[in-house]
């Protein structure tokens, strides 16, 4: 018998292999997995010593907190002091889903590796339906940062994580290519009705500003944080993220013509002096381009397509060899903010700014 196009053998063999990672997770294992961002490296959130794992494994800054992931709401009531109204309702309005909410944390409710010092825990629900049987199978709450090598670019494929991380985790979960692309939203929330964002991610500040009474961005997404600057209160707020191997410059103007213009001549001139050249553009301007690499972020119009192509396109600059990488930039809005925040973090804020 099938359902879906999947046969029940099939689907008996994956739900051995999630009890089997499982098992892994609820006894001090670490195990990568599929959300519907990225694919995470969990391990369970209480246990310090599996929690250092994950630190050991991607060569993860100690003062980068972790994302906790939950499989039931009803997980909230171990892990927090307190949940306001404008928090259940973003709960009720984006959970499950991309959105991960900084809230207060009840004391060694989790591992202090967690929670970096900081009094706060960064709590989501992820969407997929792997995920969600994963955790709930564990029965632990889950951190899991993306399962990558700290800086590299996010992993969207089970082969990315087994690139990176292939011997140093005890597990992986394949569950085909993830939907979003970019990792979740992070926010802190008022009892006023206040949102700010931390991180911009699968949600948009479009689709908060539904459940919210305002949004506003963290002053720092619009600055290159320090390496000695204070402990970040939300994942991928400090230090360089998502970077490819080559050298990688976002190029912005007030006009396509000239951004496209200026491109194409770098390009060429690299490609004289001997560099592997590699281009990330929009279908719009993309013929324009001769580069060793071309990657299509799709359509201007649908920065979606963007934000779930752009972690594997930096992953084939890197397949490629390239040591010249420029990139377009888009507009900030919707889902353009995660696509320039992720292209902005990889290219250690370093842009070309045309004024024509």
Same mark, same amino acid.
């Given at each position: 018998?099938?359902?879906?196009?999947?046969?029940?053998?099939?689907?008996?063999?994956?739900?051995?292999?999630?009890?089997?990672?499982?098992?892994?997770?609820?006894?001090?294992?670490?195990?990568?997995?599929?959300?519907?961002?990225?694919?995470?490296?969990?391990?369970?959130?209480?246990?310090?010593?599996?929690?250092?794992?994950?630190?050991?494994?991607?060569?993860?800054?100690?003062?980068?907190?972790?994302?906790?992931?939950?499989?039931?709401?009803?997980?909230?009531?171990?892990?927090?002091?307190?949940?306001?109204?404008?928090?259940?309702?973003?709960?009720?309005?984006?959970?499950? *889903?991309? +959105?991960?909410? @900084?809230?207060?944390?009840? &004391?060694?409710? %989790? #591992?202090?590796?967690?929670? $970096?010092? /900081?009094?706060?825990?960064?709590?989501?629900?992820?969407?997929?339906?792997?995920?969600?049987?994963?955790?709930?199978?564990?029965?632990?709450?889950?951190?899991?940062?993306?399962?990558?090598?700290?800086?590299?670019?996010?992993?969207?494929?089970?082969?990315?994580?087994?690139?990176?991380?292939?011997?140093?985790?005890?597990?992986?979960?394949?569950?085909?290519?993830?939907?979003?692309?970019?990792?979740?939203?992070?926010?802190?929330?008022?009892?006023?009705?206040?949102?700010?964002?931390?991180?911009?991610?699968?949600?948009?500040?479009?689709?908060?500003?539904?459940?919210?009474?305002?949004?506003?961005?963290?002053?720092?997404?619009?600055?290159?944080?320090?390496?000695?600057?204070?402990?970040?209160?939300?994942?991928?707020?400090?230090?360089?993220?998502?970077?490819?191997? *080559?050298? +990688?410059?976002? @190029?912005?103007?007030?006009? &396509?013509?000239? %951004? #496209?213009?200026?491109?194409? $001549?770098? /390009?060429?001139?690299?490609?004289?002096?001997?560099?592997?050249?590699?281009?990330?553009?929009?279908?719009?301007?993309?013929?324009?381009?001769?580069?060793?690499?071309?990657?299509?972020?799709?359509?201007?119009?649908?920065?979606?397509?963007?934000?779930?192509?752009?972690?594997?396109?930096?992953?084939?600059?890197?397949?490629?060899?390239?040591?010249?990488?420029?990139?377009?930039?888009?507009?900030?809005?919707?889902?353009?903010?995660?696509?320039?925040?992720?292209?902005?973090?990889?290219?250690?804020?370093?842009?070309?700014?045309?004024?024509?």
């Amino acid at each position: 018998m099938t359902e879906g196009g999947i046969s029940d053998e099939a689907k008996a063999r994956a739900a051995s292999l999630i009890e089997e990672a499982a098992s892994v997770l609820a006894n001090g294992g670490t195990v990568a997995f599929p959300t519907e961002t990225v694919y995470g490296l969990g391990a369970d959130a209480r246990n310090t010593e599996a929690v250092e794992r994950i630190f050991k494994a991607k060569g993860r800054p100690s003062d980068n907190p972790l994302i906790v992931h939950i499989a039931d709401v009803s997980q909230l009531d171990e892990l927090v002091l307190e949940v306001n109204e404008t928090e259940r309702r973003l709960m009720d309005e984006f959970w499950p *889903g991309p +959105l991960t909410l @900084v809230l207060p944390v009840r &004391p060694e409710a %989790v #591992s202090p590796r967690v929670t $970096a010092g /900081l009094d706060t825990v960064a709590v989501r629900m992820p969407a997929s339906e792997v995920a969600l049987r994963l955790i709930s199978a564990a029965g632990c709450p889950v951190a899991a940062p993306s399962a990558n090598r700290s800086g590299r670019p996010s992993p969207t494929l089970a082969r990315h994580v087994r690139e990176d991380l292939a011997g140093a985790i005890d597990g992986i979960v394949d569950g085909g290519p993830t939907g979003v692309g970019v990792e979740s939203t992070v926010v802190q929330a008022g009892a006023d009705g206040t949102v700010t964002v931390l991180r911009p991610g699968g949600v948009t500040a479009e689709q908060l500003a539904r459940a919210a009474a305002s949004v506003t961005r963290d002053p720092a997404l619009d600055r290159a944080a320090a390496e000695d600057s204070p402990a970040p209160r939300s994942p991928g707020m400090k230090y360089t993220h998502y970077a490819p191997k *080559g050298a +990688l410059c976002v @190029v912005e103007g007030p006009t &396509p013509s000239g %951004v #496209s213009d200026y491109i194409a $001549a770098e /390009l060429e001139r690299a490609a004289r002096r001997g560099e592997v050249t590699a281009v990330l553009a929009f279908d719009e301007h993309i013929a324009r381009y001769k580069a060793h690499t071309v990657v299509s972020l799709g359509s201007l119009s649908q920065l979606a397509t963007a934000a779930q192509r752009l972690y594997a396109g930096l992953r084939r600059c890197d397949e490629e060899g390239a040591t010249f990488i420029l990139a377009e930039a888009c507009p900030q809005e919707g889902m353009g903010a995660a696509v320039m925040n992720r292209l902005l973090k990889a290219a250690g804020h370093h842009v070309v700014h045309l004024n024509r």
